[in-house]
């Protein structure tokens, strides 16, 4: 699998810091279910406790890592007042994350 970067933006977070923000995924906090994975409500763990919406992946296959990679792509550039920004990614030991706000 390759490796993501972006050069300004969104930021990459390690498995742990999201799994921290969501309770360790847990089933309280889950917010939606989609095709590959589901979205969970979060609190980063950094100075202003900055309240987060975290997609975790959870069938890995080529479809969702194009998924992964088209939606960091084209969220990066859109800027809509109906559309979340994204905060950052993880893609570590094999969990593919997205945050946004």
């Known amino acids: 699998m390759m490796h993501l970067f972006v050069a ?9 810091e999201l799994y921290t923000a969501t309770n360790g995924f847990s ?6 279910q ?6 969970y409500r979060g ?3 950094d100075p202003s406790q900055t309240l987060v919406a ?11 890592w194009q998924e992964f990679v088209a939606v960091i792509t084209i969220v990066t550039q859109l800027k ?8 950052g990614w993880c893609d570590d ?3 593919l ?3 946004t706000n």
């Open 54 to 64: 975290v997609k975790k992946i959870q069938r890995m296959s080529e479809a969702a």
């Open 93 to 95: 030991r094999n969990n």
């Open 34 to 39: 989609g095709a590959f994975g589901a979205v």
């Open 80 to 87: 809509h007042r109906n559309i979340v920004d994204l905060m």
């Open 43 to 45: 609190v980063l763990s």
């Open 97 to 99: 994350c997205l945050s």
């Open 27 to 32: 089933d309280e906090r889950k917010l939606g």
């Open 8 to 16: 300004a933006g969104p930021r990459s977070y390690s498995y742990e």
